[in-house]
């Protein structure tokens, strides 16, 4: 798929969504998110996983017990996925997958602290611009043994674990909770256009996987009518899921977020309210069922 160079286009905060004729009375675009971006890249610590198949894999770790964090305690694992090109931003990678504010003082003292996993898969634009190299089946194994090895390396600290991504990361998200049902305890599938069969969602729920799906029904690249709707069922009849699928997609200032280089996806970016928490500036939270936030959902599930 061809995608702007992100590094190098700035983005347009004058257009025009497709899907502004929508907006009611009172409602109005926001283009930037009210966070700080780039603010804590510097908190996560990089590593190489070697492997012949897909090539060495760069990964970045936040460790809490690095940052303060007790030594004596235990902290869940979170792995989050990008989604396509983001890699070749590097370490910019971390603030785009949406793990970057979880590593803020305020987001791991909300979640107890926890242990952050960012992977890069080794993608390369073409000349055409076509980025090939994403996420794939092939990434599963490699994947795996970075998860292993955090763990290994502070087992005696770790609890529950989860994985999470957004877009192609969310499609990413899944496959890793097919692959392996009974590892973790929670996931975060983000603005995926892909939802396993029923076979492996009942795998999943059997096993007692906590789920929070997030994916706005105005997406513009993965269409709720296409990617979502027709499982929509299924998901909300699950056990330990929470299905949170808005009629918006919205910045902490509480605009309905725009994000235009060349095309829009401002409510494809689910991943940038998530790294609001669900939590608008002003104090308000995104759904009655989330009044905490995405800090507030994991600290739950390590609660269970």
């Known amino acids: 798929m061809a995608l702007p160079d992100f590094k190098k286009t700035v983005q347009d905060i004058k257009a025009i969504p497709p899907w502004a004729g929508k907006l009611k009375d009172g409602e109005f675009i926001s283009y930037q998110v009210s966070y700080k971006t780039r603010a804590y890249l510097d908190l996560f610590d990089r590593y190489v996983m070697p492997d012949d198949k897909v090539g060495d894999i760069r990964y970045y770790v936040y460790d809490p017990v690095k940052h303060g964090a007790d030594p004596d305690g235990k902290y869940p694992v979170t792995m989050w996925f990008h989604g396509l090109s983001n890699s070749l931003m590097e370490d910019g990678c971390i603030m785009c997958c949406g793990a970057e504010q ?33 996420w794939s089946e092939d990434h599963i194994c490699v994947i795996k043994k970075i998860y292993d090895k955090v763990i290994s390396d502070c087992g005696k600290n770790i609890s529950k674990k989860f994985v999470m991504g957004a877009s192609s990361g969310g499609y990413f998200t899944w496959k890793m909770l ?13 603005s995926s256009g892909y939802v396993p069969n029923d076979k492996s969602l009942e795998k999943i729920e059997k096993n007692g996987v906590s789920l929070l799906i997030a994916h706005g029904r105005n997406d513009e690249m993965a269409a709720f ?12 009849s699950m056990k330990n899921c929470t299905c949170f699928f808005p009629e918006w997609v919205y910045n902490g200032d509480g605009g309905i977020s725009s994000v235009f280089y060349g095309f829009e996806m401002g409510q494809h970016c689910m ?15 995104a759904d009655a069922r989330l009044p905490n936030g995405v800090t507030g959902w994991i600290r739950s599930v390590c609660d269970k």
């Open 102 to 134: 979880f590593a803020s003082p305020k987001y791991q003292s909300e979640m107890g602290s926890a242990y952050i996993i960012v992977p890069l898969c080794n993608e390369v634009r073409e000349e055409s611009g076509r980025v090939i190299g994403g």
């Open 178 to 190: 097919e692959s392996f049902p009974d590892f973790f305890d929670g996931a975060i599938p983000i």
């Open 271 to 285: 991943i940038n309210w998530i790294q609001h928490n669900l939590i608008f500036d002003d104090g308000r939270y």
């Open 225 to 236: 009518d296409e990617c979502i709707l027709p499982y929509v069922q299924k998901l909300q």
